[in-house]
Nanobody, 117 residues
């Protein structure tokens, strides 16, 4: 079993920044790829950013490229999402997930990010 707990969400004005954290427990954190996802009201969940086990490889959705940065600290079993230049369209519930194999198997409960215009 893997437990994931997100934190760092909140209300911010457009152009502002937030840093999300995802604390993992239950397995060897550094063995697995991880990712951040978001779901806005009335929309399907979408991948925001993913990161490889070592952190050496990352992927970003086009909508956040250049504004968001995903990282991980395997010593602290924690993954981060630095979000800069936030836009109202970034408003969503952000969740972290871990991939034990080819799919994401465990999910956190999510943290709300609201960007006001």
């Amino acid at each position: 079993q893997v437990q994931l707990v997100e934190s760092g969400g909140g209300l911010v004005q457009a152009g502002g920044s937030l840093r999300l954290s995802c604390a993992a427990s239950g397995r060897t954190f550094s063995n697995y790829a991880m990712g951040w996802f978001r779901q806005a009201p009335g929309k399907e969940r979408e991948s925001v950013a993913t990161i490889s086990r070592s952190g050496g490889s990352t992927y970003y959705a086009d909508s956040v490229k250049g504004r968001f940065t995903i990282s991980r600290d395997n010593a602290k079993n924690t993954m981060y999402l630095q979000m800069n230049s936030l836009k109202p369209e970034d408003t969503a519930v952000y969740s972290c997930a871990v991939a034990l194999g080819m799919e994401y198997d465990y999910w956190g409960q999510g943290t709300q990010v609201t960007v006001s215009s």
